[in-house]
Nanobody
Framework: QVQLVESGGGLVQARGSLRLSCAAS?????SAWFRQVPGGKDREFVA?????????FYADSVKGRFIISRDNPKNTLYLQMNSLKPDDTAVYYC???????????????WGQGTQVTVSS
């Protein structure tokens, strides 16, 4: 069992930046960030990374603005969010699994989520 703990959420003005962190208690092949808006039906894929070779995937909505990265020795995942928009407001979840995918169902471990609010 891998435990994930997110941090770094908060309130920021539009066009500002935030960095989310996710500390993992163990190693998996892949990690990802998803987000869920208030009242939203499903969690939306944001970005994913392979811990071994660093390959990444991004949702079109965040491409060019967000950067996913990892610190292998620290077992920590990051999401650098730049040029934030009010539409980025959501609870952001860290996930970990054994394949690199954009599908929510393929991730085995989840954090508790951290709120990001972007004001206009």
């Amino acid at each position: 069992q891998v435990q994930l703990v997110e941090s770094g959420g908060g309130l920021v003005q539009a066009r500002g930046s935030l960095r989310l962190s996710c500390a993992a208690s163990g190693r998996t092949l892949s990690s990802a960030w998803f987000r869920q808006v208030p009242g939203g039906k499903d969690r939306e894929f944001v970005a994913a990374i392979n811990w071994s070779d660093g390959s990444t995937f991004y949702a079109d909505s965040v491409k060019g603005r967000f950067i996913i990265s990892r610190d292998n020795p620290k077992n920590t995942l990051y999401l650098q969010m730049n040029s934030l928009k009010p539409d980025d407001t959501a609870v952001y979840y860290c996930a970990a699994g054994w394949i690199l995918t954009t599908r929510l169902i393929d991730y085995n471990y989840w954090g508790q989520g951290t709120q990001v609010t972007v004001s206009s």
